[in-house]
């Protein structure tokens, strides 16, 4: 099995900034995609960002501008660097990743979650 644990949430002041991280470990052969994911009580989870494995990225219109996604491949690590945040900023956030095992499966695995709180 792939463990995807992430780290890096807490309570922050609007305008502040917020990094998360996410690291795969596990019998993994490689990773294609990863991404970040949030729930906000009361709403469907929603997508924030991904990014391939070549670097490419793609990004949720309402955090354009403020979030960063990024990745360390050597370390099976996924993060969002968040800036300007904002009171709906405020939620669970999930990572997740399409994993390749070293059996040769191939499936999406998810992250416990890391609360990201904003308030002041």
């Known amino acids: 099995q792939v463990q995807l644990v992430e780290s890096g949430g807490g309570l922050v002041q609007p305008g502040g900034s917020l990094r998360l991280s996410c690291t795969a470990s596990?019998?993994?052969?490689?990773?294609?995609?990863m991404g970040w994911y949030r729930q906000a009580p009361g709403k469907e989870r929603e997508f924030v960002a991904s990014?391939?494995?070549?670097?490419?990225?793609n990004y949720a219109d309402s955090v354009k501008g403020r979030f960063t996604i990024s990745r360390d491949n050597a370390k099976n690590t996924v993060y969002l660097q968040m800036s300007s945040l904002k009171a709906e900023d405020t939620a669970v956030y999930y990572c997740?990743?399409?994993?390749?095992?070293?059996?040769?499966?191939?499936?999406?695995?998810w992250g416990q979650g890391t609360q990201v709180t904003v308030s002041s």
């Open positions: 997740n990743a399409y994993i390749v095992a070293i059996s040769g499966s191939q499936y999406v695995g």
């Open positions: 596990g019998s993994i052969f490689s990773i294609n995609d």
């Open positions: 990014i391939t494995s070549g670097g490419s990225t």
